[in-house]
């Protein structure tokens, strides 16, 4: 019932994997805008919009090259993933999207930003992290590719959590 999947949503990512997945499965898929980004570039990362039975846009889905997706819900901040980890090396949103190397890569703190970049640029290398406590060691795993670029650019939020894993991010490369 509608309660239970609130109370769900409400214990995000500490809900049983079973349950999240069996609320993801009660939603039907699309594309739709959101925030900016057009439908093409939620396209171009394989993001979807999960519509529940009333046609409300509730769940945007980011996928990660690892296996696991980022779902957000769309009425408030929170977030909970679904899928399992099924590829090493691939920790950042959008590192499957664009080659290695090239003259720059942007990193940000969050997939929507990702999204937000590559609307507001135009499609040249731009990743996420999952979080800011999570920057440093996904950084680390994807090291090789982000360190195959000439320049990097840290975008992360200005808050103290964004400005303390931008200081740690930067400190994995040479400058």
Request: hydrophobic share 35%.
């Amino acid at each position: 019932g509608e309660h239970k999947d609130n109370v769900l949503l409400d214990q995000g990512d500490r809900a049983p994997r079973e349950e999240r997945q069996k609320y993801i499965d009660t939603l039907t898929w699309q594309s739709i805008p959101y925030r900016g980004v057009s439908k093409r570039v939620y396209e171009l990362f394989g993001c979807r919009t999960g519509v529940d039975a009333q046609s409300n846009p509730v769940v945007l889905q980011f996928p990660y090259p690892n296996g696991r997706t980022l779902n957000k819900r769309l009425d408030e901040k929170k977030f909970f993933w679904t899928g399992e980890k099924t590829r090493e090396g691939f920790p950042l949103f959008g590192m499957d999207k664009f080659p290695r190397g090239g003259k720059a890569v942007t990193i940000t703190e969050g997939a929507l930003d990702t999204c937000s970049v590559v609307e507001a640029m135009g499609e040249y290398a731009t990743v996420s992290v999952s979080s800011a406590s999570a920057a440093r060691s996904e950084c680390t795993e994807a090291r090789d590719y982000l360190n195959s670029f000439d320049k990097i650019v840290i975008c992360f939020d200005m808050d103290e959590p964004g400005q303390k894993a931008a200081k740690e991010v930067a400190r994995l490369f040479d400058f």
